[in-house]
C-alpha cells in the first residue's frame, strides 16, 4: 500500500513538476508548483515526518506560491511576454538536461539505501525534532537566526525606495 | 676575517643606500648631487671589491672562499635559504668587473644624461640594477641568484623603457622582460629539481652532494642532462642565444650607457656566470655542454651575419654582443670554462668602450644612430675616434688588444677537440672583424653624410664621457695580458687564479692534448692574417671607395633577408603572439559575447530598473552560464564513476 | 555548551554583537562615521581578543565546529582582510549618495559567515556558514543599484549560487545516505572501513566539488567572476576574491585531510583537470581585456587553479603552500582592489585601463604600490608572491606533479603579459588630468596608510618571509 502511494506520489510530482516547465502561462507554472509541493508534502509523510511535510505546505506552497503569484500579477506576465527562445538552445537545454538525468540515474541505480534507518518511532514529532533542534542543534539553529537577519538586511536594503536618505 | 666578512657585505649595501637614497628624493636632490651619490656609491662599492680582491689574493689558495650569511631567509620543506654572500675567486672577478665597469658607466652618464628630464630617476634605476646585479654574482644559494636575476631584468625593463616615450620603446621592454621571463621560469624549475634532487639550494652543499654521488648522477644521466639543460634555458633568456635572442637588439631603445651597462658588459654575461658557477654539474653532463656549444655556435655566426647588413650603429653592436655571448657559451660548451671567463671579462671592456663610443658619436650628432648618415667624423671627434679604434682593435683579435688573447684561447680550445666547430668559430670571428670594421670606417672616414646643420653643431663630448672612454681604452689594450698563453711565454694568471672553481669539475672533462706549440703560432698567425685581409678589404670598400650601403627598399634576396633578421621577429608573432591572441579571440567570441556583451550592448543606455532586470533574466546569459555549470557537473559525475 | 566553549566560540560572538550594534547605531542617527567606528574597532578588536588564543588551541564544540589553530590562523586572516576593506571601504562610500550604513552590517555578517565555515567539520555549519556569507554578499553585490551594472551582477549571483547550493546539498546528502554521518571524521571513518567508495557516494562528492568549485571560481563554475567582479562596488570585489574564496579554500584542505582524499587517483585527476582548465582559461581570457577588475577577475581564476596546485600536493608541505599562497593572494589582491578603490570617484569605479594611464607621474607613490601589487601577483622576486609560487612549485615537484608544475610555468609566463601591460599604460608619459570631487583629507589618509600597509607586508614577506611561515607551520 504504502509502496503503491509512493509510486503514485511521485508520478504526480514529476508530472506537474514537467508541467511548471511546459506551461506557457506563468500562472498555471506557479499552480502545477503547489501541486508539486503537496506531493512533496505527501512524500515526507511517507517518511514519517508529518511536521516537515506541515511546515512545506504552509511555508512553500501557502507563503512563498502565494507570493510569486503576486508578483506575477503585478508584473502583468502572460504568455506573451515569454521571451522566444532559439531552438538550438532548447535543443542544447534538453541534451544536457537528458545527460545529467542520466548520470544521476546511472549513480543512483543499483545503490541499496545503505544507512540505517533510525527505527524511532515518532521521529517526525515536534518534540523530536524540538528536542534535537534545541539541544545538540542549538548552535545551527543560533546560525540560522543569523542566516535570516542578513537576509532581512539585505531585503529591506535593496527593496527600499531612493529617495529616503536621511531618514530610516 | 670578521673585517674580510663585513665587507663583503659592504660591497651590495652601497648600490642599495644609494639607490634608496636617490629613490627617495627623486624630486628634491638636484642633478649634482644625485650623480654624487650615485657615482660614490658604486665608486665604494669599487673601492671595497678591491681590497676584497687584494685580500683573495694574499690569503692562501684553500681559503679564497669565503661565505657570509646574513640571516635565514625562509624554510621549505627540508631545505632552508639564507640571505648569505660567496665570495671566491669568480666572484671577486665579477665583483670588479660589474663595479669597475659600472662607475665608469655611471661617471658617463653624467655626462651623457645631464639634460635629461628624468636624470634622478635614472641614476636611482642604475643604482639599483648594480645593487642586484652584485646580488646576482654574489648570492652564495640559487635562490639569492635567482632573486638577482629577476631583479636585474626589472631594472632592465625600467631603463628599456626609460623614455617611455612612444610605443615602440614600451615593446621593445615588454619584449624584453617577457623573454627573459621564460628563460627565468626555466631556471626557476631548474632550481626547484636541484632543491628536490640535493635537498639544498647552496651551491657548496650540492655541489659536495653532486660529487660525492657523482657516479648514480652520471648512469642516471637524464636528471642531470634535465637540471642543467633547464638551467641553460635560463641562460639562453638573459645571455640573448637562439631562440631567445631578439629582445636585445631591441633593448637598444633605451639610453646608451644602459646599452653598455647592462646589455654589454654585465647583465647578458648573468647567463656565462650561471654556467662557469655550476661547472661541476655541467660537466656531469656532457649532452647539455654539447648543447650549450651548438647553441652558442649558432649564435656567434647566426647573429654576426646580421650584423653584417645593420645600419643602426647600436643595433650593429647589439648583434655583435649577441655573437660575443654565443662564442663564450661555445667556449663554455666545450668545457673551457676559464676561456669563457676570460673572454667575458675583456668583452666587459671592449664592448662597454664602444658602446660608449657610439653613445658619444650618437651625442654629438644629436640623436643620429644610422650610419649612412655619418661618416667622416674623424677630425671632429678625435678622442672618441682613437679610443673607437682601440675597441674595435680589440674585438677583431689584433694583437696584442685584449680580444686577441681571449677569442685566440678559445679558438684553440675548439682546434684540439673538433676541427668542425673551428672552422666555423673562426668564420664567425672573421665575420665579427669585418662588419666591426665597416662600422668603424662608416662613421669616421669617408665623406661627411650628416646634413649641414649636423655638421654645424657638432663637437666633442664633454670630459665625463671622454675620460671613461679612455679608462676603458686602457683597459682593452692591456685587459688581455691578464691570460697571455704559455705559448707566448706568459704565465696566464687567470687561469691560475680560477683554477680552485674549476678544480673538482676537471676529472668528468674529457682530456685533450695539448696543441703544439708550433700549430698555436701557425693557428695565430693565420687568422690574424685572415683578419688583417678583411680590415683591408672594407676599408677599400667602405672608406676609399666610399660604398654606403643602399637603402632599405633597394635591396634585394639574401641582403634583405638579412637586414630583416632572417624574419625571426616577424616569425615568433606568427607562431606564437597571433595564436594566443586568436585563442584569446574565439575565446571571448563564444563565451564572453553570446553573454555579456550581448547584454551589454542592447541595454546600451540607462533603462528602468524593472525592464532592466526583465530583459537580464529573458537574455538567456544566466540559462548560458547555468548551461556550462551543468556541462561540468555532467563531465565531473562523469568522470568520479568512471573511476 | 559550556563555558570553554563559549570562550572559543567569543570571536564570532564579537562580530554577531557588532552587528547588532551597528543596527542600534542606525536606528538612533545614520552617521557612517560612527558605523564605521564601531565596525573598524569591533573588528580590531576582535582580533586582538583572537591574538590571546594559543595556536595549539584545540577546543571541539561537537558536533559542529572545532577552533583549532588552523581555524583561529584562518579567522584571523578574515577579520584582517575584512578590516582592510572596511577601512578602504570609508573612503569609497563617502562620496556616495546612496546609503551607506547598512554596508558594514551585511559585510561584518560576511565574515562571520566565512569565520564559521573555516572552523567546520560537519555539513550543517558548513553549509549554514556558506549561506550566512552567500546571502549577505547577494545584497552587498547589488548595493549600489543606481550603477547599471550592479543589480545584475547581483541577480547572477543569486541564481547561480543558488543553484550551486542545490548542488551542494544534493551532494551532502548523497553522502549522508552513504554513511549515515555529516560530520567531516564520521565520514572520513566510513571510509577507512571500505575498499572501494561506493558509487552514490563518488556522485556526492562530485556535487561537493560543484558547490565548491562555484564559489571559488574554477573553470567550468567560473562564468559569473567577471561580471560580478565588474558589478560589484570594488571593496566587495576585493571582499569576495579574498574571504569567500579563502573560506572555501580553508574548508576544502580541512575536508580533505579528514576524509584522506588525497588518496584517491579519480579526485586527484579531478583537481588536476580543473586545476590546468582554470589556469589556462583564466589567463587567455585576460589577455585582451581593458577593464581592471574583469583582469583581476580572470587573474584570480588562474590564482585559484595555481593554488589548486598546491592543495593537490597534500600533506603538511601542500597545507603550507597553500595557506602561504592565501596568505600572499589576500595581501595583493587587497592591495590591488584598494588601489582601484581610492581611485575610483563617485559615478564609477576607475576600472578601465585608460583610467591608469600616466598615473606614475600623478600619483607616484600609488603607482609604484600598484606595481607592486602587480609583480607579486606575477611571482617577481622579494615580493611575496614569488616565495608563494616558489612554494607551490616546490611542494608540486615534491610530489611529483610535473604536468601541473608545467602548466603553472607557462601560465606565468603568460600571466605576466597582462600585469606588465598596465604596469607600462602606469609608466606612459601621456599626461591625463582627472578631477574628482575633493574628500576630507582624512578619508585619503586612510586608505593611502592602508595601501602603504599593505605594500610593507608585501616586500616584508618576501623578504623575510620566515615569521610568517613559521606560524603556518605551527597551525598545520
Known amino acids: 500500500m504504502t509502496l503503491n502511494l509512493f509510486y503514485f506520489l511521485s508520478f504526480l510530482a514529476v508530472l506537474s513538476a514537467l508541467m511548471v516547465v511546459f506551461s506557457k502561462n506563468p500562472v498555471y507554472s506557479v499552480l502545477y508548483l503547489i501541486i508539486t509541493f503537496f506531493t512533496i508534502a505527501g512524500h515526507y509523510i511517507l517518511l514519517d515526518a508529518q511536521f516537515l511535510a506541515v511546515v512545506h505546505v504552509i511555508v512553500y506552497a501557502g507563503a512563498i506560491m502565494v507570493l510569486f503569484l503576486y508578483v506575477i500579477m503585478l508584473l502583468n506576465l502572460n504568455r506573451e511576454s515569454e521571451p522566444h527562445k532559439s531552438n538550438i538552445l532548447k535543443f542544447a537545454a534538453v541534451i544536457c538536461a537528458g545527460l545529467l538525468l542520466v548520470v544521476l540515474v546511472g549513480s543512483l541505480k543499483g545503490t541499496e539505501a545503505i544507512v540505517q534507518q533510525s527505527g524511532k518511532a515518532g521521529i517526525g514529532y515536534v518534540k523530536t525534532l524540538g528536542e534535537v533542534m534545541f539541544k545538540e542543534f542549538l548552535l545551527p539553529f543560533e546560525i540560522t537566526s543569523i542566516l535570516l537577519l542578513a537576509a532581512m538586511v539585505g531585503a529591506v536594503m535593496l527593496g527600499k525606495s531612493e529617495k529616503t536618505n536621511d531618514t530610516i | ?643 | 555548551m559550556n563555558r570553554s566553549d563559549l570562550y572559543s566560540l567569543t570571536p564570532l560572538l564579537i562580530l554577531s554583537s557588532a552587528a547588532i550594534l551597528n543596527f542600534f547605531s542606525i536606528s538612533i542617527k545614520r552617521n557612517h562615521k560612527v558605523i564605521f567606528a564601531i565596525t573598524v574597532l569591533s573588528l580590531i578588536g576582535d582580533f586582538i581578543f583572537l591574538t590571546s588564543y594559543s595556536l595549539y588551541h584545540q577546543q571541539h564544540i561537537d558536533p559542529l565546529l572545532v577552533v583549532d589553530g588552523f581555524g583561529i590562523f584562518n579567522i584571523g586572516l578574515i577579520l584582517l582582510t575584512t578590516l582592510v576593506v572596511a577601512l578602504m571601504s570609508y573612503a569609497y562610500f563617502e562620496q556616495r549618495e546612496e546609503r551607506k550604513e547598512e554596508y558594514y552590517i551585511l559585510l561584518i555578517l560576511a565574515a562571520l559567515g566565512a569565520c564559521i565555515m573555516v572552523i567546520s567539520k560537519h555539513f550543517v555549519s558548513f553549509f549554514l556558514g556558506l549561506e550566512v556569507l552567500s546571502v549577505s554578499l547577494y545584497s552587498l553585490i547589488a548595493y549600489l543599484r543606481t550603477r547599471e551594472r550592479s543589480d545584475e551582477a547581483g541577480i547572477k549571483y543569486l541564481i547561480l549560487a543558488a543553484f550551486s547550493s542545490a548542488f551542494l546539498l544534493f551532494g551532502m546528502s548523497l553522502i549522508y545516505a552513504t554513511t549515515g554521518k555529516m560530520d567531516f571524521g564520521g565520514i572520513g571513518y566510513y571510509l577507512t572501513t571500505t575498499q572501494d567508495i561506493p558509487l552514490i557516494m563518488m556522485a556526492g562528492l562530485g556535487m561537493l566539488i560543484v558547490g565548491a568549485g562555484f564559489k571559488l571560481g574554477v573553470v567550468p563554475f567560473h562564468m559569473w567572476t567577471p561580471d560580478v567582479y565588474e558589478g560589484a562596488p570594488t571593496p566587495v570585489t576585493a571582499f569576495i576574491a579574498t574571504v569567500s574564496k579563502g573560506g572555501m579554500i580553508a574548508l576544502l584542505v580541512r575536508f580533505f585531510n579528514a576524509i584522506n582524499g588525497y588518496q584517491y587517483e579519480s579526485f586527484t585527476n579531478l583537481f588536476t583537470v580543473l586545476s590546468i582548465a582554470s589556469m589556462f582559461v583564466g589567463n587567455i581570457l585576460a589577455l585582451r581585456q581593458t577593464n581592471l577588475k574583469r583582469i583581476l577577475a580572470y587573474s584570480s581564476i588562474s590564482h585559484i587553479g595555481y593554488l589548486l596546485v598546491a592543495f593537490l600536493s597534500g600533506g603538511s608541505m601542500g597545507a603550507q603552500a597553500t595557506t602561504f599562497y592565501l596568505v600572499a593572494y589576500f595581501i595583493t589582491t587587497l592591495g590591488a582592489f584598494g588601489i582601484i578603490a581610492t581611485l575610483s570617484d563617485q559615478h564609477r569605479d576607475a576600472e578601465l585601463i585608460d583610467d591608469y594611464r600616466g598615473l606614475l607621474w600623478r600619483r607616484p607613490l600609488t603607482a609604484v604600490a600598484f606595481s607592486a601589487m602587480l609583480l607579486s601577483l606575477a611571482g617577481i622576486p622579494l615580493t611575496a608572491g614569488f616565495i608563494a609560487k616558489f612554494y607551490v612549485i616546490t611542494a608540486g615537484i615534491g610530489t611529483q606533479h610535473w604536468l601541473l608544475v608545467f602548466c603553472l610555468v607557462v601560465n606565468s609566463v603568460i600571466g605576466l603579459y597582462y600585469y606588465i601591460k598596465i604596469i607600462a599604460v602606469m609608466f606612459d608619459q601621456k599626461l591625463q588630468i582627472k578631477s574628482a570631487k575633493e574628500l576630507h583629507p582624512l578619508v585619503y589618509v586612510i586608505s593611502s596608510v592602508t595601501i602603504a600597509v599593505l605594500a610593507v607586508f608585501l616586500f616584508w614577506l618576501g623578504v623575510s618571509p620566515e615569521g610568517m611561515l613559521s606560524l603556518i607551520d605551527d597551525v598545520i
Open chain 2, 1 to 643: 676575517m670578521v673585517n674580510t666578512e663585513f665587507l663583503i657585505s659592504l660591497v651590495p649595501l652601497f648600490p642599495l643606500l644609494g639607490f634608496l637614497i636617490v629613490a627617495l628624493n627623486v624630486r628634491r636632490l638636484s642633478h649634482g648631487v644625485t650623480a654624487f651619490i650615485a657615482c660614490g656609491a658604486i665608486l665604494l662599492s669599487f673601492i671595497t671589491s678591491v681590497v676584497l680582491f687584494t685580500k683573495l689574493l694574499s690569503a692562501p689558495e684553500a681559503e679564497r672562499s669565503i661565505t657570509v650569511t646574513l640571516y635565514q631567509w625562509f624554510a621549505a620543506g627540508s631545505f632552508s635559504a639564507n640571505i648569505s654572500f660567496l665570495l671566491d675567486p669568480l666572484s671577486s672577478l665579477f665583483l670588479l668587473i660589474i663595479t669597475g665597469v659600472g662607475f665608469l658607466i655611471h661617471v658617463y652618464s653624467i655626462g651623457y644624461m645631464h639634460d635629461d628630464k628624468g636624470f634622478n630617476r635614472f641614476f636611482s634605476y642604475l643604482n639599483l640594477f648594480v645593487f642586484f646585479m652584485l646580488l646576482l654574482v654574489m648570492g652564495s644559494n640559487y635562490l639569492l641568484m635567482f632573486v638577482g636575476w629577476e631583479g636585474v631584468g626589472l631594472c632592465s625593463y625600467l631603463l628599456i623603457g626609460f623614455w617611455f616615450k612612444n610605443q615602440n620603446y614600451n615593446d621593445a621592454a615588454n619584449k624584453a622582460f617577457i623573454m627573459n621571463r621564460v628563460g627565468d621560469l626555466g631556471l626557476l624549475i631548474g632550481i626547484v629539481l636541484i632543491a628536490w634532487k640535493f635537498g639544498s639550494i647552496s651551491y657548496p652543499d650540492v655541489f659536495a652532494n653532486a660529487l660525492q654521488n657523482s657516479e648514480a648522477l652520471k648512469s642516471h644521466g637524464i636528471l642531470i642532462t634535465w637540471i642543467t639543460m633547464l638551467l641553460f634555458v635560463g641562460a639562453m633568456g638573459k645571455s640573448a642565444q637562439i631562440p631567445l635572442y631578439t629582445w636585445l637588439p631591441d633593448a637598444m631603445a633605451g639610453p646608451t650607457p644602459v646599452s653598455a651597462l647592462i646589455h654589454a658588459a654585465t647583465m647578458v654575461t648573468a647567463g656565462i656566470y650561471m654556467i662557469a658557477r655550476n661547472n661541476v654539474l655541467y660537466a656531469m653532463a656532457p649532452a647539455t655542454l654539447t648543447v650549450v656549444m651548438i647553441v652558442g655556435l649558432a649564435t656567434a655566426i647566426f647573429a654576426a651575419t646580421i650584423a653584417l647588413k645593420q645600419n643602426d650603429i647600436k643595433k650593429v653592436l647589439a648583434y655583435s654582443t649577441v655573437s660575443q655571448l654565443g662564442l663564450m657559451f661555445l667556449a663554455l660548451g666545450l668545457g673551457a670554462f676559464t676561456a669563457g671567463i676570460f673572454h667575458m671579462a675583456t668583452h666587459a671592456f671592449f664592448k662597454a668602450l664602444l658602446f660608449l663610443g657610439a653613445g658619444s658619436v650618437i651625442h654629438a650628432l644629436g640623436n643620429e644612430q644610422d650610419i649612412r648618415n655619418m661618416g667622416g667624423l674623424k677630425k671632429y671627434l678625435p678622442v672618441t675616434y682613437m679610443t673607437f679604434l682601440i675597441g674595435v682593435l680589440a674585438i677583431s683579435g689584433i694583437p696584442p688588444f685584449a680580444g686577441f688573447f681571449s677569442k685566440d684561447e678559445i679558438l684553440a680550445n675548439a682546434f684540439a677537440q673538433n676541427k668542425i666547430v673551428w672552422v666555423l668559430a673562426v668564420g664567425a670571428s672573421l665575420l665579427t672583424a669585418f662588419y666591426m670594421f665597416r662600422l668603424f670606417f662608416l662613421t669616421f672616414f669617408g665623406k661627411e653624410r650628416a646634413s649641414h646643420e649636423k655638421m654645424h653643431h657638432i663637437h666633442e663630448s664633454p670630459k665625463s664621457i671622454l675620460i671613461p672612454l679612455i679608462v676603458l681604452a686602457i683597459l682593452s689594450l692591456a685587459g688581455g695580458f691578464m691570460g697571455v698563453p704559455e705559448v707566448l711565454h706568459g704565465s696566464h694568471w687567470l687561469s691560475h687564479y680560477l683554477a680552485p672553481v674549476f678544480a673538482s669539475s676537471t676529472q668528468f672533462l674529457a682530456h685533450h692534448d695539448h696543441l703544439s706549440h708550433a700549430t698555436e703560432y701557425a693557428l695565430m698567425g693565420g687568422i690574424v692574417g685572415a683578419t688583417i685581409i678583411l680590415i683591408i678589404f672594407a676599408y677599400s670598400r667602405y672608406a676609399k671607395n666610399n660604398h654606403v650601403p643602399a637603402t632599405d627598399e633597394t635591396t634585394t634576396g639574401l641582403q634583405r633577408v638579412l637586414m630583416n633578421k632572417y624574419y625571426i621577429d616577424e616569425l615568433y608573432n606568427a607562431i606564437i603572439v597571433k595564436p594566443l591572441y586568436h585563442i584569446s579571440a574565439v575565446f571571448e567570441a563564444f563565451i564572453e559575447r553570446l553573454g555579456i556583451d550581448k547584454l551589454v550592448n542592447a541595454s546600451g543606455s540607462f533603462v528602468v530598473w524593472g525592464s532592466r532586470t526583465a530583459r537580464l533574466l529573458q537574455n538567456g546569459s544566466i540559462g548560458y552560464y547555468i548551461f556550462i555549470m551543468v556541462i561540468g557537473i555532467v563531465l565531473i559525475l562523469v568522470a568520479n564513476n568512471l573511476k
